[in-house]
């Protein structure tokens, strides 16, 4: 899509918006953008294609009242907003048609050269069906339990659950986001449960309802997480040494709400936390290398010290050899 159909689709919505009471017929619209009628009616078509809810009455288009409510951003504000949503896009979630009309939405508010690489990227894009996560918020919102397939990774077949959806969340280091709920016993009693939403293959509505727990309570639990896995014991004590040519990244970043750091007598940095689930940590953990030893618990340090001598196995390198490091 060239970058001037792009922006006059953004004008477009404009229009419609500073319009929303009355509406607008697509000669109006035209005349408003010095265009042809026809080419009007096409980027109406355009809209409607990208998720914008839109309605005709008679020959004027509205757009649906509840979509958007009046923001004015200051130029601070409006780059924070910016940030995240292109996230979003390089993260490829403009397959989905939720994310098209949310940006669609969102940019409006954006300057021009703001909104023009959140929205050229999503041109040749394939878009997805929503069903499952549209189907998902409608039965967190009417309380209904939900009948899923869910496959696990490496798993040779899907698995089959019945799931009270309490809330969605992202991950913290990672674009992935996740469904929190309540997994039904045969009992029917709960027992919580975390999915990767990109796991989810089909959801059907049930009729059964359930009862939500409070809000506060789910993001109490995972505030002891690492990311997102909320474990079914009390938080681990964990404990890293640094070298200490990594102190001022670290101190960069709030890793985890728990988490205190010091310097040891010979100047490494000790890193200390309470975490629900330290196997949640273990992509972090890699990713620092020799860099990072794991002080406790004993079972991630035993793990990474293993993969550690599978790595230096699998180079030809001599895993006996002192560490340069430590």
Known sequence: MPHNTRQRLRETFKLLMRNA??????????????????????????????????????DRYFVDPSYH???HLSLPEAWFLYLPLRRLVRAGMGRFQLIVSLLHTIT?????????????????????????FTTLVRCWHECCLVELEYRRPNATRASQMTVAPWWFEPAVWSDASYLIGGLRQK?????RITLKLDRILAVRASLERFERPPVQEILAAI????????????????????????????RETRWHPTQQMMLDEEGYVIWEADISEPQEMLPFLRG????????????????????????????????????EFF
Do not use: C
């Not at 409006?108 to 499952?132: F, G, K, T």
């Not at 690492?226 to 102190?247: A, K, M, S, T």
């Open 108 to 132: 409006s508010l954006l300057r021009e050269e703001m909104a023009d690489p959140l929205l050229q990227e999503l041109e040749e894009v394939q878009r997805s069906e929503d069903q499952i």
């Open 21 to 58: 009471g009355t509406g607008m017929t697509t000669p109006e619209i035209a005349n408003s953008l010095g265009v042809t009628r026809q080419t009007s009616h096409k980027d109406i078509q355009r809209l409607e294609e990208d998720g914008i809810p839109l309605y005709q009455e008679g």
């Open 223 to 250: 505030e002891q997480t690492w990311g997102i896995w909320v474990g079914e014991e009390q938080p681990v004590r964990v404990r890293l040494r640094f070298h200490n040519r990594q102190y001022d990244r670290l």
């Open 69 to 71: 409510s009046e923001i």
């Open 288 to 323: 620092w290398g020799a860099d990072v030893e794991v002080l406790e618990p004993v079972n991630i340090r035993e793990q990474i010290a293993s993969e550690a001598a599978a790595t230096a196995q699998l180079y030809g390198l001599d895993p006996d050899k002192p560490s």
């Open 187 to 191: 009992d029917e009693s709960y027992e």
